[in-house]
């Protein structure tokens, strides 16, 4: 999925929510553990739910990892069942790879072949060797982690150059942009991280950026929509628990839904003053 069909997919849905899957066996309502894979029941009612209000789903791999095989098989089923059933939905493996460029090869394939994601999240520490990898696969994208939500992003991302004053994170921005492009690298800019936007869009300009944080953990959609939006809208905001866990009960599915479509109307909104304001130049 190009630039072009993503943000086709948003005017059409009036939406660029991103549903994070972030199952918690320990957290989904407790009826559906006595089905025979708990957390694909509850992605499924999820999902069904939801579709029509989101552009893209991003499984956290961490949920399923520590569930052993079985979260494993719930992932493929998951990945299976959006592939089946919502075909324009852009899928993202959120798993932060990145490692030497053998392992990276393999977890490459492991995303992009076996899974049939179509993005997947990788940390820059270890440079362009580990990311180079995922780009090598034809229409799939890496998600590169420049500015992230979390209270230790502080701790090295604004450590800045004693001459130039350019931060950790907009070089790895800057950098990057040697490595691939905007129709195949996109980059993660937490929501908590606002202010920052204007800025990183004179850098990144023309790319994608999924952008999490916005729900319960306090960003601002109004204010990543204001500084991060660009002609082609260029944001995925994702949100997680605010939405898959609106309820705990039989109605989990009904809540979420209507979480989402709250949401979604919100940044219809946000889409049609960006409209006017691109129209106006």
Known sequence: MNNQQLFENIQKKGSFLCVGLDTDIKKIPGFLLDTTDPIFAFNKEIVDATAQYTVAYKPNLAFYESEGLEGWRSLEKTVHYIRENYPDIFLIADAKRGDIGNTSSMYARAFFEKLKFDAVTVAPYMGEDSVKPFLAYEGKRVVLLALTS????????????????????????????????????????????????????????????????????????????????????????????????????????????ESAKETRDEMFELLKCNSQTASSF
């Open 150 to 257: 979390n209270k230790g992003a502080s701790d090295f991302q604004f450590i800045a150059d004693a001459i130039t004053g350019e931060k950790l994170f907009e070089k790895v921005l800057r950098i990057s942009q040697e490595w691939g492009n905007a129709e195949n690298m996109m980059f993660v800019i937490g929501a908590t991280k606002a202010a920052e936007l204007a800025g990183i869009r004179n850098i990144v300009p023309d790319h994608f950026l999924l952008v999490p944080g916005v729900g319960a953990q306090g960003g601002s959609l109004q204010e990543v929509a204001k500084y991060g939006m660009n002609a082609q809208c260029g944001l995925l905001v994702n949100s997680s628990r605010a939405i898959i866990y609106a309820s705990n009960g039989h109605d989990f599915a009904l809540k979420a839904a």
